[in-house]
């Protein structure tokens, strides 16, 4: 019961950005589009979230088409520690009951020196 | 402390016997969230807290499965006659609020291997 497809695997040239496509055709009204990215051995790691709008923080873009069904995180310079397998997951529906965050599994994306 | 702390970080547990996985999230986070991913997986959902109350249990795969939170702080995920099958690590997550948009924070894990 995935809710988003990614591409496996991608490559990306230290210092050039990154550009991670995630599909999510069937998102409903009031569900987020949430990227979290998860290094070797360690937890998963929060980067960014959104509902429509497009949205920037230090350390990633979140641009949303503006059908909603699919999206872009955008690391502007990628960096060798950036190479990390990277989620992309619709929220639970607010009011569904279920809590059931639902991750996939995800873009390896390795940075190359 | 500064983050979610679990523990052990690794167990190593013989068919059969039973497991204790603890979770310290961050202090004053009410939602709790427990995940399992296999080898070359992606977290699957387990269950989820709000404060002591458990709302979601909807991803536990047995009955074997038995998370608490009894004063709405720390967790413990209960694994009991461990089978092969059971071999991962669990994820624990603690976000602030109790509403679905806001960010997780997640410890580092327990590795559970079942011989």
């Known amino acids: 019961d995935a809710k988003t497809t990614q591409p496996p695997s991608m490559d990306c040239a230290e210092g050039r950005a990154a550009n991670l496509p995630c599909n999510h055709s069937t998102i409903s009204g009031n569900e987020y589009v949430y990227w979290y990215r998860q290094i070797h051995s360690q937890g998963p790691q929060y980067i960014i979230h959104?509902?429509?709008n497009n949205e920037t923080n230090e350390m990633a873009s979140l641009i949303i088409t503006e059908d909603r069904k699919s999206s872009t995180l955008i690391l502007p310079h990628a960096t060798l520690r950036d190479t990390a397998v990277y989620y992309c997951i619709v929220s639970p529906q607010i009011g569904s009951g279920t809590y059931k965050y639902i991750f996939g599994t995800g873009t390896r994306l390795k940075v190359l020196a | 402390g500064a983050g979610v702390s679990q523990s052990p970080r690794y167990k190593v547990a013989k068919r059969g016997q039973d497991v204790a996985l603890r979770c310290d999230p961050i202090s004053g986070h009410v939602s709790l969230f427990w995940y399992q991913q296999a080898l070359g997986q992606g977290p699957e959902f387990l269950t989820y807290f709000q404060n002591e109350a458990q709302l979601d249990k909807s991803g536990l795969p047995s009955d074997r499965f038995f998370a608490e939170r009894p004063e709405g702080s720390v967790s413990t995920l209960k694994i009991q006659r461990t089978q092969q099958e059971d071999s991962a690590v669990y994820l624990c997550?603690?976000?602030?609020?109790?509403?679905?948009?806001?960010?997780?924070?997640f410890g580092q894990g327990t590795r559970l291997t079942v011989v």
């Open positions: 997550a603690s976000s602030l609020g109790q509403e679905l948009n806001t960010e997780a924070f």
């Open positions: 959104g509902l429509k």
